[in-house]
């Protein structure tokens, strides 16, 4: 994979020297792994961080790769996905501010990354991380949570793929991004950065069926579609009843 260019941060804000400018300012500190570290041990970690932006469309890393970074995402998305061996793509997850990407148990990459959007990423040689983990135990208490959440994502994920319908798949897809994303008021829309091929191809569903299934739950005023890249969930509560199964009644064709 090409090279890429790293930007250093090097500029530190007013009254203290050892953290670069950007972390005082990151809008995604708050959800991530560095977030409540003690000055001593958050001064150790920048050291080595340097900041990376994407553009659109860009690659962030590509599976089966040697895995010498990893990334905390700091604006933006990014999809995650794995390639068949026949050629096909399959949707694994998206990354949003605060996700941890790139620790792996081998020493490859297990996923590939790219923006969904213009996005930035703080990234850090997996060397050094390995280290302060070793002498950073807060860090590595962050890091096996972050660990024990994906899994139950997956489990979470195998259902989603094998037992639900279409409709509880999207409920269910919506729900996630809902609590993940956090709006500010329950009546704000969720931006959606993501198209409805790439819903689809992670629902394991077809682009079709997703359009629909979109239609089917404004047509129950259970959400609402201000644009192409939004949903406002006006019941959340009946969402979770289709989500689980409870609403058959509900479900799109």
């Known amino acids: 994979m090409k090279e890429i260019p790293i930007e250093p941060l090097t500029k530190p804000f007013p009254g203290h020297t050892g953290m670069p400018f950007a972390c005082s300012t990151c809008e995604a500190r708050s959800a991530s792994i560095c977030n409540g570290l003690a000055p001593p041990e958050f001064d150790q970690m920048t050291r080595y961080l340097t900041q990376h932006a994407l553009a659109a469309r860009a690659p962030l890393c590509s599976e089966g790769d040697a895995a010498k970074l990893v990334y905390t995402v700091t604006a933006g998305s990014l999809r995650l996905f794995q390639l068949l061996p026949d050629g096909r793509r399959q949707i694994v997850g998206f990354a949003f501010p605060g996700d941890f990407l790139g620790l792996t148990s081998g020493g490859l990459y297990n996923v590939s990354a790219e923006a969904l959007e213009d996005s930035r ?44 319908t279409a409709g509880e798949r999207l409920a269910t897809f919506l729900l996630q991004m809902a609590a993940r994303m956090k709006p500010a008021r329950p009546d704000m829309p969720l931006r959606l950065p993501m198209t409805r091929a790439d819903i689809a191809d992670y629902l394991g569903l077809t682009t079709e069926t997703v359009s629909r299934t979109f239609t089917r739950l404004r047509a129950l005023k259970l959400i609402e579609l201000p644009g192409n890249d939004e949903v406002r969930l006006l019941r959340p509560e009946l969402l979770e009843g289709i989500a689980s199964g409870k609403r058959g009644n509900t479900r799109s064709p």
């Open 121 to 164: 990423v703080c990234q850090l040689p997996r060397a050094e991380f390995t280290r302060l983990m070793q002498v950073i135990p807060d860090l590595e208490h962050r890091v096996l949570a972050r660990t024990a959440a994906e899994l139950v994502r997956a489990r979470e994920q195998m259902v989603l793929l094998g037992r639900k």
